[in-house]
């Protein structure tokens, strides 16, 4: 079992920023993709981000430039830093990962999602 444990939604005014993070635990062997997909009221669940445990990097073509993401493979933690937010931002933002167990085995699990609210 792999938890994924999101922080750092809130409530932010237009052009504001805010960093989220997700922390792995539990039985981890290795992990290969950590990203972010956000979900707004009324749409289908959408990709934000991913990153590779080797650093690469994939974006929705629509955030490049705003969006930054980043990890620690050493705490098992990815980071999303959001800035010049939007009120179309406005969304529940879940982490996703996924990788293997120590027998061979594959695993890929969702976080609870937080809840990041872009409004004056």
């Known amino acids: 079992q792999v938890q994924l444990v999101e922080s750092g939604g809130g409530l932010v005014q237009p052009g504001g920023s805010l960093r989220l993070s997700c922390a792995a635990s539990g039985s981890i062997f290795n992990i290969n993709a950590m990203g972010w997909h956000r979900q707004a009221p009324g749409k289908q669940r959408e990709l934000v981000a991913a990153?590779?445990?080797?650093?690469?990097?994939n974006y929705a073509e629509s955030l490049k430039g705003r969006f930054t993401i980043s990890r620690d493979n050493a705490k098992n933690t990815v980071y999303l830093q959001m800035n010049s937010l939007k009120p179309e931002d406005t969304a529940v933002y879940y982490c996703?990962?996924?990788?293997?167990?120590?027998?061979?085995?594959?695993?890929?699990?969702w976080g609870q999602g937080t809840q990041v609210n872009v409004s004056s």
């Open positions: 990153i590779t445990s080797g650093g690469s990097t």
């Open positions: 996703n990962a996924d990788g293997e167990t120590i027998v061979g085995g594959t695993w890929n699990y």
